[in-house]
């Protein structure tokens, strides 16, 4: 069944209806990953990115891959390399003999969903030549600033950077992505059903479009509407300014890092099938939100699971309502 006659045949299915079908599709995928895929999706609907960070081979490409074609959109791919050039991502300008002019060629960056493997194995010239991209959905070459497409989507994956030809992520570049997340190992079960799953053929390549490019703008914009009481924005607000105020920190959470927490919590919402924020909403997000946003006054890089430590402390500290 096409994209148009799924939605044609439920002309009343409420946002979180379509959320739902959207979970369940990735899951065909991603067994046993529920709430790894309830965060990405959460991500993509609050207009945010993502950052998932794990060793190699435990399906970090997989899930971009199936969100990818669980929507009716464009999907690019980039492989970080060491010899990445910026030019390779937002495109170059190249002289058209005929027309003696200069011709811009789009590069991977102008698609919908994108998808940046192993990004921390580029040299952080070219992983800067997508602060742009993330931050305003539009590049900038030679001068000529160009539009990117609506939704624009990047799903960025790495491996820990303690692995051998890795770079670190300038704190300006992470600070662009909405979420960072592990994926972790299967256990016994869902793995032996990952396997069964796969040895005739690839579900992953059985995947079909479930939500249209025009229904996906549609939850974006819901987002907005779902409701946030001043007793949980404060809560968020107190958890915030607690990041600022550790002795452990020379740096906390941004006001951009307080605005992403916040839609990120309305996203979360929608995704559990609510249309109001409830305090373990932004409990629940605070770890892959604002963790990689915090500074140590040692300059020590924290991994996700320092992160995460870090701002449970937090949250130990700041009475929920």
């Known amino acids: ?48 990115h993502l950052l998932i960070e794990d060793v190699p081979g435990v399906g970090k490409t997989t899930l971009a891959r199936s969100i990818a074609r669980s ?4 999907f690019g791919r980039i492989q970080a390399t060491s010899d990445l050039l910026p030019s390779d991502v937002t495109g170059v300008a190249v002289f058209n003999r005929k027309s003696e002019e200069f011709e811009f060629r789009e590069g991977p960056v102008f698609t919908n ?11 952080p010239r070219t992983q800067s030549s997508l602060l742009q991209a993330m931050a305003e959905c539009e590049v900038t070459v030679d001068g000529r600033t160009y539009p990117l497409k609506s939704p624009f989507f990047v799903i960025a994956t790495q491996n820990p950077a303690e692995q051998i030809g890795t770079y670190f992520l300038p704190e300006s570049q992470l600070d662009r992505f909405a979420l960072r ?10 793995e032996r059903e990952m ?11 059985e995947l079909t479009p479930v939500v249209s490019r025009s229904e996906l703008l549609s939850l974006q914009q819901r987002v907005a509407d779902v409701r946030m009481e001043d007793t949980v924005l404060d809560y968020l607000l107190a958890i915030v300014e607690r990041s600022r105020n550790r002795e ?8 951009r ?8 919590s309305q996203a979360f919402a929608l995704v559990r099938g609510r249309d109001f924020v409830m305090p373990d909403d932004v409990k629940e997000l605070a770890g892959p939100c604002l963790g990689h946003r ?10 996700l699971a320092e992160q995460f430590k870090l701002v449970r402390s937090i949250l130990e500290e700041v009475a929920s309502p």
């Open 1 to 48: 069944m096409t994209v148009a006659a799924s939605l044609a045949s439920h002309p009343d299915l409420p946002a979180a209806g379509v959320v739902q079908r959207l979970v369940t599709n990735i899951e065909r995928v991603m067994v046993g990953k529920r709430h790894a895929v309830e965060l990405a999706v959460t991500a993509l609907l609050a207009r945010g």
């Open 71 to 74: 929507i009716d959109c464009d």
């Open 113 to 123: 969903i994108l998808l940046v493997d192993e990004i921390n194995r580029a040299m």
């Open 181 to 190: 997340i592990p994926l972790g190992y299967p256990d016994r079960a869902q």
């Open 195 to 205: 396997i069964r799953a796969r040895e005739r053929s690839s579900p992953l390549e």
């Open 248 to 255: 452990d920190l020379s740096a906390g959470a941004s006001p």
């Open 257 to 264: 890092g307080a605005l992403v927490l916040c839609r990120l």
């Open 294 to 303: 915090l500074t140590t006054r040692t300059g020590f890089r924290a991994d």
